[in-house]
């Protein structure tokens, strides 16, 4: 009974120390993890981390000007609202059945409502609604 649980842990001993030893490989420290990647992959890792560096948006608000089944309203509107408000970002967006024409990247609430107050004198239909923002 010893010799055989003496010859087990011999031939386990044995054939992980030849495990290890294949390849040059052996453990270089503890808790060392080395991942060996293709070029494309790692290509493609870092233009993720890139991308996830420059494009920070954030939950806040922005002013909904106005909404429509034509594009036609909405880029008259976005016209005049890049003229009257150039210190805001318009976005002009596609949401099927609808465009949307929203203005601004606010994250806190009284500085929405100081612009909205400027806003809805030129355009009675706008609104505050919640989005995904960007920051600077």
């Known amino acids: 009974m010893r010799f055989g649980l003496l010859f087990l842990l ?10 290890l030893a294949q390849d040059g490989m052996s453990p270089k420290q503890e808790g060392y993890l ?4 293709e070029p494309e992959v790692e ?9 996830g560096q420059t494009e920070s948006k954030v939950p806040g608000y922005r ?15 976005k016209a ?10 318009v976005y002009y967006t ?3 059945p609808d465009f949307k024409l929203r203005i601004g990247d606010f994250t806190d609430r009284f500085d929405v409502y100081k ?16 989005d ?5």
């Open 63 to 77: 002013i909904q000007i106005m909404q429509a089944m034509k594009s036609e309203p909405v880029l008259q509107a």
């Open 94 to 96: 596609y949401d099927q």
């Open 115 to 130: 612009a909205f107050s400027k806003i809805k004198k030129e355009f009675s239909g706008a609104f505050i609604v919640r």
């Open 43 to 51: 290509a493609l890792n870092n233009k993720y981390l890139y991308l």
């Open 10 to 19: 011999g031939t386990f001993l044995f054939i992980s120390q030849n495990a």
């Open 80 to 89: 005049k609202c890049a003229r009257k408000f150039s210190a805001h970002k």
């Open 132 to 136: 995904l923002v960007n920051i600077k």
């Open 34 to 37: 080395e991942i060996i990647a």
